[in-house]
């Protein structure tokens, strides 16, 4: 943990780590691949590291957090479906103490009323949602500018 080279916890939920092999018309054809090098470019460019992690456990994605809690400074998180329902995810998220960036790749707000709803957003400092691939560096940009890293040099 330094304020100068700040690390980053990139978190994935559960079926993302399928991204870019189905339903290309609603997240696109980008992979997981591709966007954690987006994100490790994003934070790079400005001197942080990224830790990446996916699970399609619920009680795997709350040991990554604790596990990283003393090493981070802060999270981009994609919790898939868990978003909607993890009462456990918002606990550890509140838990760590670390500052988190929400995102999602499709607009959860046009789409079901059960996407409407983020268990998780009350403890992030807020919600990116619906720009696709380009919403997590984003969400980089702003949760390395909460920890007041500069900006990258042109
Ligand atoms: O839009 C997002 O990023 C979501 O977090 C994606 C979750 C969904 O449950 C949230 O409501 C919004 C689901 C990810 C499912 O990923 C798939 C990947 C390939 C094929 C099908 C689903």
Known sequence: MSAEHPVI????????????????????????????ADVAAAAGARGAAVLCFQSNHEGALIDFLHENRKV??????????????????????????????????SNTH????????SM?????????????RQGYTVATHLLLDHLGSPAANP
């Open 72 to 105: 981070a400074d802060g999270i981009v998180i994609n919790a898939g479906a868990y978003t909607h329902t993890s009462v456990a995810l918002h606990d550890a998220i509140e838990a760590v103490n670390l500052p988190a960036v929400e995102v999602h790749i």
């Open 110 to 117: 046009a789409r079901e009323g059960f996407r409407h709803v």
């Open 120 to 132: 998780i957003a009350p403890v992030c400092l807020g919600q990116v949602t619906g720009l696709g």
């Open 9 to 36: 916890l990139l978190v994935h939920g559960p079926n993302l780590n399928l991204l870019g092999e189905r339903k290309p018309e609603v997240y696109g054809t980008t992979t997981l691949l591709d966007i954690e």
